[in-house]
């Protein structure tokens, strides 16, 4: 039993001397730029927003998720729900997010911040000027629509 006490002590100072000393260390994180001019944007549905990842795609099964959007000025999502709550940061543009029961809309311009529950909502580009939105998702990418009580609509119909 000694013994057993003292391999298994031996383990843990090796170890942590084998970390301690680097050799297990990470790969040194690196700066990460991507100019305007690099971004790839790609519809999110026909004649709809469009979209630049950053971190994830559509398709992506695991978060995070973090693009950008551009929304038309006018533009209005229809009731909605994302799988995870999902913060913003208003580019340009002015957008206004409703959610019921929550405090009423307030029109969100550039610099603002806002964080949607992952709960029935809206989201609505002021007319006037397009918007454009920084969105970070902790988990992947989704979106549902529904009602405005929550109740998942059917697909749409893809153009032919």
């Not at 297990?24 to 944007?41: F, S, T």
């Not at 959007?69 to 209005?76: L, Q, S, T, V, Y």
């Not at 969100?108 to 992952?118: A, H, I, K, T, V």
């Amino acid at each position: 039993m000694k013994a057993l006490i003292y391999a298994a002590g031996l383990v843990v100072v090796v170890g942590a001397t084998y970390t301690w000393a680097g050799a297990g260390k990470p790969a040194a994180r690196q700066l990460v730029q991507r100019p305007v001019a690099d971004q790839k944007w790609e519809e999110f549905f026909p004649g709809g927003p469009v979209e630049s990842f950053i971190t994830g795609t559509k398709e992506s099964k695991t978060g995070p998720t973090e693009f950008f959007i551009k929304f038309k000025a006018g533009f209005d999502s229809g009731w909605h729900t994302h799988d995870s709550d999902y913060t913003g940061i208003v580019l340009a543009g002015t957008i206004i997010e409703t959610s019921p029961g929550s405090e009423a809309a307030k029109p969100l311009g550039p610099g603002s911040y806002y964080m949607q529950p992952s709960v029935v909502h809206r989201t609505q580009c002021a007319a006037g000027a397009d918007c454009y939105v920084y969105i970070y998702e902790p988990g992947h990418f989704s979106f549902t629509p529904t009602d405005e009580s929550g109740k998942p609509l059917p697909p749409r119909a893809q153009p032919k």
